[in-house]
């Protein structure tokens, strides 16, 4: 018969070592895992249970490791670690990697008509404003004004700045348009992130000692933090929204030379089909 699983383990931490590449990468990819979206209501309150159970000191019968594990991920994924509340489906961090390729692609793609930019830089900034929300901190909650004036001005500062930087590249190559839907991007976060941890910046962060007590507030370590944070959030923009645009300036210095292929070896193409701008 096997031994009742310990209750010593520590699941207010995260299963693999943080100090290590291999251990962050292992962590972030379980936090972010778009399956945790799929988990039926019933899954997620069977894992709420084992975990509130296991931090009173009650094991399941039979409950494994593995499965202690596995438990606190689904947990995490869909309860707000300090208010307890079941997130918003589409603020969960399992939702970040369908969401955010969605929009990120519709930005990439329709970036040319005014109408799409307002209303993909619209979608964007909604996004971003229920994951803020859903994320929120429960040590200095985000009122409904602040989440409001920071919906507002990012999306105002985002469509502002596609909208401006499309009519300055009207007169230069296509492609250059194509860094509009980033820089908009990256502009809305610079106005987004400052507004939603505003009370931060006036207020200051906990500061604590090694032992974890608690030594104060401030106003420096914020500023540090949210600035981090407002680069970071840029960065990790960038591969999805900045590989695109070198793949297209690749494929357009490659198309003269396709043509002049096609139109060696199959001269009737050159009728049927450039002319049709195809």
């Known amino acids: ?30 936090v972010t895992d778009p399956r945790n979206i799929l988990l039926t209501n019933e899954q997620l309150a069977h894992a709420h249970k084992i975990i509130t159970d296991y931090r009173q000191g009650v094991v399941s019968p039979g409950l494994t490791e593995d499965e202690l ?36 692609g519709c930005m990439m793609t329709f970036y040319k008509s005014t109408p799409a930019v307002l209303f993909w830089q619209w979608i964007n900034q909604s996004f971003n404003a229920i994951v803020n929300y859903t994320n929120r901190s429960g040590d200095a909650p985000i009122t409904v004004s602040q989440l409001g004036t920071a919906y507002v001005s990012a999306t105002t500062g985002a469509v502002a700045t596609a909208l401006g930087l499309n009519a300055l590249t009207k007169h230069v190559s296509p492609l250059i348009g194509r860094f509009v839907p980033f820089a908009a991007v990256a502009a809305a976060n610079c106005i987004n992130i400052p507004l939603m941890r505003q009370r931060e910046l006036q207020h200051g962060i906990p500061i604590t000692d090694e032992n974890d007590n608690r030594l104060g507030e401030s106003t420096k370590a914020a500023q540090q933090a949210i600035s981090q944070v407002v680069v ?8 999805g929204m900045g590989t695109n645009i070198f793949v297209s300036m690749s494929v357009s210095r490659l198309e003269p030379e396709l043509q002049e292929k096609i139109r060696a070896n199959h001269p009737g193409v050159e009728r049927v089909y450039f002319n049709k701008g195809l």
Do not use: C
């Open 69 to 104: 594990w596995r438990a606190k991920y689904v947990f995490d994924s869909a309860f707000h670690p300090d208010t307890g509340e079941k997130m918003i489906l589409i603020g969960r961090m399992s939702a970040q990697v369908p969401m955010n390729m969605t929009i990120t």
């Open 232 to 239: 970071s959030r840029i960065l990790m923009a960038s591969p």
């Open 1 to 30: 018969m096997a031994a009742e699983l310990s209750t010593s383990i520590n699941i207010k931490e995260p299963r693999w070592d943080q100090s290590t590449f291999v251990g962050r990468a292992k962590h972030f990819f379980t």
